[in-house]
């Protein structure tokens, strides 16, 4: 199906439009032109914002070099169907992660961060640690 500037452009070649006034002829003849002029501009305006957020992906892809803290995103929400594509973002190093509950305001969550001690977890609320197997635990307010 033909887009609507090339309808304009081939009624504005149409034999019948010789038998209009002359300002009419120039007036469709313009009107032509500029529709395909903008339809040009859309078109590579569309193509650099994709490569600029093929560029932009790429980045928040590699990340700072020195990361020890990811992001793990799936599949689902990196919008691809192959599940190798799961990916880990890095976020850098030392970055401290807030995990907040629905209704939670900033710094009322449970802040993680990796350090040289370990996993450092912090909240306004008393914590409790409770051992779920020899390689997990869960931490609940107290």
């Not at 169907?81 to 969550?109: C, H, I, K, N």
């Not at 990796?114 to 931490?139: D, R």
Request: one cysteine or more; charged letters at 30%; a negative charge.
């Amino acid at each position: 199906m033909r887009t609507t500037t090339e309808k304009l452009l081939i009624k504005a070649k149409d034999a019948r439009l010789l038998n209009q006034p002359k300002w009419v002829q120039e007036l469709v003849h313009d009107l032509a032109r500029q529709a395909e002029r903008s339809e040009a501009a859309e078109q590579r305006m569309s193509e650099r914002l994709e490569k600029e957020m093929d560029a932009a992906r790429a980045l928040l892809n590699e990340g700072p070099k020195d990361s020890d803290t990811f992001l793990f995103l799936s599949s689902e929400l990196v919008n691809t169907t192959d599940e190798d594509e799961d990916a880990y973002r890095p976020l850098g190093s030392g970055v401290t992660v807030e995990f907040r509950q629905p209704g939670d305001m900033a710094a009322e969550g449970y802040a993680v961060r990796l350090n040289e001690k370990g996993l450092w977890v912090s909240g306004l609320n008393a914590l409790a640690v409770l051992p779920c197997s020899s390689t997990s635990v869960t931490i609940v307010r107290a």
